[in-house]
């Protein structure tokens, strides 16, 4: 073939060839990748194929420019010098051509040494922690000049590194779902079930972070995802995950109707998730960083106006919605009127939604709003004024003890602020024992018409007996406080006795009360629960220390108190109980470390008082001993 032989170099006489032949390879051997033998006016392939034979001239060399890798290699030896004396200041390390970087760079003229930096250069390198002039804060003289090419050159920004997407299969969605109406919704019944996993299917799972800021539906699927995560041992390891993720999509929410408020209103989807996550920062962060969130979710409720759903007003632009929509308004705005009241007993703290001007019904039984066709319920105020409740769904009556105990707070607040201007107002005894009543009144209907048993298969009922308890306790707080002012001043109301009985008789229902809620299971227990056990704890421990030597002065007829054996037991109960809901709910934490240091200093003054009776009576046996 002719293109053989004219590349043919099988010839063994005179000097080898270069393997690089003199000239351009022509367009058409390029582009077939073959080997050009370079010949003018025509090469052998294209005069095999019959062809033109064209050459590009004007082609571009090969590689980077002279000197650019030379440049780029003197740059990253001045990184690591820089880096190796300082590891902490990063923010100064960078390959491009700042300023910090060039000024020691060699001026304009100098020769830059021959050869490219190579790997036995930088062997030869002093070190970093030696002694020389070129480590005091210089570069060494032997860098080279930086090319201007190299000098502005920038690397392209790269792309936003997007959040961290928690895994949620399809599996996973489904166990979370169902988690939730398990354990979570019975404490704080706010959607239906039916509408829920209509609408959910209609959330993919697939959703980019930069659109999940417009998408307040999300948002709250994370949420409740996310409270059910704390009540269960199965998901412990995705739970700080969803936590932070739903997190970051709520501000991000909120970020965007910052910058569209014009257009956004505050949407129902955004107000239930800051709930449910305040519910999940309660029981697994802190009790701070709940109660901030829960008063953002406070804010957002009057924000919204979901304090007077059924004005007039609201009722006339509300004609025509789905009840369902409606009703799962009123239970977001009961849900956060109960947490307000539950988050505030704790430190005697000031309420947030006032009952004054809540235009709001009652939650409609719960099997009427599930199946689609909730009840239309009586006012608060109508509800508190009459004794009928037959229909009231366990979220009412919890409603109507929460209101109670708001007001037994505020009533404790303004004694406290009486006291400290000396003087009790007439209308002290008058609010306390309306208060009394009517907490003995709810407390009398809840037995004839729930017992016991089917209390225990309703957490929110549950904890309702609990709460009437609790408030008989505080109630017995108040008129204890305004007896240690009477009693520095010489006076005793024997009122303050009933009271303590009923107190007494609280924390011992509430102990019992626990003791039954083991068959009930933890996991589903409300999350303010261990405030009613630390409190009836407290009572009790109080009590046991008091013996019946020490009241006989002051005990009328007929108080005698429970044995030691029996507040032990008792006060074991409770404790047990707080020990078991600790894994999973921080405010049993909390009160159980508050309970085991009042149980300590208990125990340090009972040794004590032991210890002086036994020294009183070897001294009244000494004085017998010298009297004879």
């Not at 080898?16 to 077939?32: D, H, M, T, V, W």
């Not at 979901?306 to 239970?331: A, F, K, N, T, W």
């Not at 109080?542 to 429970?562: I, K």
């Amino acid at each position: 073939m002719p293109a053989i032989r004219r590349t043919s170099s099988t010839c063994t006489d005179g000097p080898p060839q270069p393997r690089q032949l003199p000239g351009s390879a022509c367009e058409e051997c390029r582009k077939r990748k073959l080997r050009c033998d370079r010949q003018r006016p025509q090469c052998g392939t294209c005069a095999d194929a019959g062809i033109v034979c064209e050459v590009n001239h004007n082609r571009l060399a090969r590689g980077p420019k002279k000197g650019d890798l030379k440049a780029l290699r003197s740059r990253i030896v001045a990184l690591e010098r820089r880096l190796s004396l300082d590891p902490t200041n990063l923010e100064g390390l960078s390959l491009h051509g700042d300023a910090d970087l060039s000024q020691h760079a060699l001026p304009a003229g100098s020769t830059p040494p021959p050869g490219p930096a190579s790997d036995s250069d930088l062997s030869q390198l002093p070190s970093p922690r030696g002694r020389g002039s070129i480590w005091d804060g210089q570069l060494s003289p032997m860098t080279p000049q930086i090319p201007m090419s190299m000098q502005n050159f920038k690397f392209p920004p790269s792309p936003p590194t997007p959040p961290k997407r928690a895994l949620v299969n399809d599996l996973m969605r489904a166990d979370l779902d169902q988690l939730y109406f398990d354990r979570v919704h019975p404490n704080a019944p706010i959607f239906n079930q039916s509408r829920y996993f209509a609408l959910s299917q209609q959330i993919p799972l697939t959703t980019h972070h930069h659109n999940s800021a417009t998408n307040p539906r999300l948002c709250l699927q994370y949420a409740m995802w996310t409270s059910a995560m704390a009540l269960s041992s199965q998901f412990e390891s995705y739970r700080d995950t969803l936590y932070n993720e739903t997190k970051q999509m709520l501000e991000s929410l909120d970020m965007y109707e910052n910058h569209h408020a014009h257009e956004s209103p505050v949407c129902i989807e955004e107000i239930q998730a800051w709930l449910l996550l305040a519910f999940y920062e309660f029981a697994r962060t802190n009790y701070k960083r709940g109660w901030v969130t829960a008063g953002r979710a406070f804010r957002l409720v009057q924000l919204a106006r979901l304090h007077e759903i059924d004005s007039p007003e609201r009722s006339m632009l509300q004609q025509g919605e789905d009840p369902v929509v409606v009703e799962e308004r009123r239970r977001t705005f009961w849900v956060a009127y109960c947490l307000d009241r539950f988050i505030s007993l704790k430190n005697q703290w000031p309420l947030t939604l006032m009952e004054e001007v809540i235009c709001t019904r009652l939650p409609s039984p719960e099997l009427s709003f599930q199946s689609g066709q909730p009840i239309q319920m009586c006012f608060l105020s109508e509800a508190i004024a009459s004794g009928d409740h037959g229909l009231f769904s366990p979220l009412a009556e919890s409603v109507v003890l929460a209101t109670v105990c708001g007001r037994t707070l505020s009533h404790t607040q303004v004694a406290s602020v009486e006291r400290t201007y000396g003087s009790t107002s007439a209308d002290f005894w008058i609010r306390h024992e309306w208060l009394a009543g009517m907490v003995n009144k709810r407390l009398d209907s809840l037995v004839q018409s729930y017992p016991v048993v089917s209390a225990a298969a309703d957490p929110m009922l549950f904890f309702a007996f609990m709460l009437a308890h609790t408030t008989t306790i505080n109630l017995c707080k108040v008129v204890e406080a305004g007896q240690e002012t009477n009693t520095r001043h010489g006076q005793w109301d024997p009122a303050v006795f009933e009271y303590q009985k009923r107190a007494l008789r609280a924390a011992r229902e509430i102990a019992a009360l626990t003791k039954a809620h083991e068959h009930l299971g933890y996991f589903k227990a409300h999350i303010f629960l261990p405030l009613s056990i630390s409190l009836a704890a407290s009572r009790l421990i109080s009590q046991r220390t008091q013996t019946l030597a020490d009241l006989a002065a002051q005990v009328p007829e007929g108080f005698v108190p429970a044995t030691e054996t029996e507040y032990d037991s008792e006060i074991q109960s409770c404790m047990d109980a707080l020990r078991k809901m600790q894994t999973f709910n921080n405010l049993a934490r909390e009160h159980l470390h508050t309970l085991e240091i009042v149980q300590q200093q208990q125990h340090q003054q009972q040794h004590q008082h032991q210890h002086q009776q036994q020294q009183q009576t070897l001294l009244m046996g000494h004085i017998q001993l010298c009297t004879y």
